[in-house]
């Protein structure tokens, strides 16, 4: 596996698309939260003095942790996309073909797609617990473990994304419309999990069951159920009348579609046509 993965890195290290949405994405986790830090200071906190929104900094510790892994959740659509591409390139170039003539399987070409997927999650990752020591720093609060795990939901989320952006470029092959879907699915799935938190308060509204938020229950949306932003102060003062948030199931749904996706990318590879 790491002679395979040393010949993808050759493959991709000088690639233009590749270095551009990297840049961006590493530029990016460090604007966005850069941006909302800004926002809270300079908006939030002077328009509430009592600090009745936020008694305490998102970004100081232990909030931190939670705030940057939320806020970088944003941009994890940006390796998505970079992985979506890498892929669709392997067959619109023949590339796949080579490699498979050259001595791979097709379950080695399958698993270094879904490693350099969790790689790259990983160095997604990295930069986001960079971004909280910096940040962390700048508030000058103790240093604390506390609220830690969000750093596992955010790595959980980034494989989530990586790994639908390899199966949807092993399902099209097509780059231009594999990138259309994927944000098209993206956005479809969020409108429904928005509809169906809406069914699941009126639900519990009326008595007839807490069944949390549904729309944590749909494949991508899974991963982002696990993080929240500590500015959303209103869900705790209304948590008795809001569905619960059934943490676990939503974590072991996000654990499952992972296997499903992994199954269905390692199946799609030897059951198609080269």
């Not at 069951?209 to 159920?225: K, V, W």
């Amino acid at each position: 596996m790491i002679q395979l993965l040393k010949i993808e890195w050759l493959k991709i290290k000088n690639y233009t698309a590749f270095i551009i949405i990297s840049s961006f994405f590493a530029l990016g986790i460090i604007s966005v939260n850069y941006i909302v830090y800004t926002f809270k200071k300079n908006v939030i906190d002077v328009s509430d003095p009592t600090g009745l929104l936020s008694s305490s900094s998102p970004f100081a510790y232990p909030n931190v942790w939670q705030t940057v892994s939320y806020y970088s959740g944003w941009l994890l659509l940006l390796p998505g996309m970079l992985l979506l591409i890498l892929v669709t390139n392997e067959f619109t170039y023949r590339t796949h073909r080579q490699n498979i003539i050259d001595g791979w399987n097709r379950m080695q070409f399958t698993h270094v797609k879904i490693m350099l997927g969790i790689i790259t999650a990983f160095v997604s990752t990295l930069l986001v617990i960079l971004t909280v020591f910096i940040f962390g720093a700048v508030t000058g609060k103790p240093f604390s473990f506390t609220g830690v795990e969000n750093i596992a939901y955010f790595f959980l989320k980034a494989v989530s994304y990586n790994f639908v952006a390899v199966l949807l470029g092993v399902l099209i092959r097509r780059t231009g419309f594999a990138i259309a879907v994927y944000f098209i699915y993206t956005v479809l799935e969020n409108g429904i999990a928005l509809l169906l938190y809406a069914w699941a308060f009126d639900l519990k509204e009326k008595g007839r069951g807490d069944f949390g938020n549904m729309g944590n229950y749909l494949p991508m949306n899974s991963s982002d159920g696990l993080l929240y932003s500590p500015l959303d102060s209103i869900s705790g003062l209304a948590s008795k009348v809001l569905p619960s948030d059934f943490t676990w199931l939503v974590l072991s749904l996000a654990i499952a579609y992972l296997g499903l996706f992994y199954w269905w990318t390692r199946r799609r590879m030897v059951k198609s046509d080269l």
